[in-house]
Each structure stands twice: as C-alpha cells, then as structure tokens.
T-cell receptor, first 116, second 108 residues
C-alpha cells in the first residue's frame, strides 16, 4: 500500500513569489491534515480536512495560506505571497474515517520550503 | 492555552529501557495521547496511542495516570536504531498539539 506522498520534496522561492505544495493521502483516508515546522520551533497544526470539507483551520497562520482538497482526494496548500518566515518543513498526514478512538495519522516525508 | 511539553533530549545505552514523559495539563475528557517517532528527513511515524491506564504493543508501552495530565512512553531494550526524535501529540478537541520532541540518543 502506498503511503502519503508530498510534492515537491524541496522548494526554494523568493520572497513575494507563490508556491503550491501537494499532498496525496493514502487511498481511502477521508481525513487529511497539514502541519508545519519552522526552524527551531515545534510542529504546528495548520488544518484538517474531512473529505473535501475543512473541519478545522484554526492553525492557519494568515490569509496568505490557502488549502484546498477538491473531490476529497489530494490536497494543495498555496502560499501567496511567500514571506521569509514561511520557511520550514510542511507535513501532510492522513487517517481513516474514524473519530474515536482517534485514528492513527500517517505522515508524508514533508516538503522543505525555503524562502529567500 | 493548550500545551504539550516533554524533555528536549535523553541519552541511553543499548539494551536499556527508556522512559520519556510528556506533560499535557489541559487535556480534556475526549482527548487522546499519541506518540510518534521521527528519523531525519522523514515524517513522524506512529508508535502508540492511549486514553488511560496502560497500552502495550509490539514496540512500546504507554502509561497514563488517572488524572491524565501526563503520559510516559516506555521503550524496552533500546537499540542503536531507536536513535530518533520522539513526539507526544495530544488532540485538544480538534486542535492537534505536538510537544517539542525528545531527541533520544542510544549509545553502544
């Protein structure tokens, strides 16, 4: 069974540019999560999709970040315009459609974003 | 403010048992505790999950006291390949909060 995949693995962009990160969850997983870890900080929750609906986006830092999950399959996270403080590793995770007990989240390898 | 804390680093020797404790004072009734392991350039990988008392699987045990304000991940007889960062994750409702991670170094 294929795991969670993320593309690209590494992206280097200039301040002010736009970048779109992609996540392909494990097939059949309705729950999809985005996290990020900026340098020296903890892994922070960004948002949670259940199928194509945003369940919780309280962790999104500001309106420069836009996440979508059209059709409830893959998801994209767009940063526009990118700022220096957006540099970090962005993780995607997915889990089965089961709220309690909490489903195990399967993480992708992450996308390392560098904004110069 | 929901917060999850854990020691930043620990050292151990091969064959020893390692216990890593996580504090989650604001945990609520429906919140779960999950532990993940992460190697460099990889995403976190699930180790174990629990709600109360004790949970054991083939790789670890998780001890949770009655008040659930802390939890302890126990790794029996660690090996060099267990050198990694270990994260405690608590879902405060729908908000998933990672601890800062404990860097475990297993020495020969």
């Amino acid at each position: 069974e294929a795991g969670v995949t993320q593309f690209p693995s590494h992206s280097v962009i200039e301040k002010g540019q736009t970048v779109t990160l992609r996540c392909d969850p494990i097939s059949g997983h309705d729950n999809l999560y985005w996290y990020r870890r900026v340098m020296g900080k903890e892994i922070k929750f960004l948002l949670h999709f259940v199928k194509e609906s945003k369940q919780d986006e309280s962790g999104m830092p500001n309106n420069r970040f836009l996440a979508e999950r059209t059709g409830g399959t893959y998801s994209t996270l767009k940063v526009q315009p990118a700022e220096l403080e957006d540099s970090g590793v962005y993780f995607c995770a997915s889990s089965q459609d089961r709220a309690y007990p909490l489903s195990e989240q399967y993480f992708g390898p992450g996308t390392r974003l560098t904004v110069t | 403010l929901a917060k999850t804390t854990q020691p930043i680093s620990m050292d151990s020797y091969e064959g020893q048992e390692v216990n890593i404790t996580c504090s989650h004072n604001n945990i609520a009734t429906n919140d779960y505790i999950t532990w993940y392991q992460q190697f460099p350039s990889q995403g976190p990988r699930f180790i174990i999950q629990g709600y109360k008392t004790k949970v054991t699987n083939e790789v670890a045990s998780l001890f949770i006291p009655a008040d659930r304000k802390s939890s302890t991940l126990s790794l029996p007889r660690v090996s060099l390949s267990d050198t990694a960062v270990y994260y405690c994750l608590v879902n405060y409702g729908q908000n998933f909060v990672f601890g800062p991670g404990t860097r475990l170094s297993v020495l020969p």
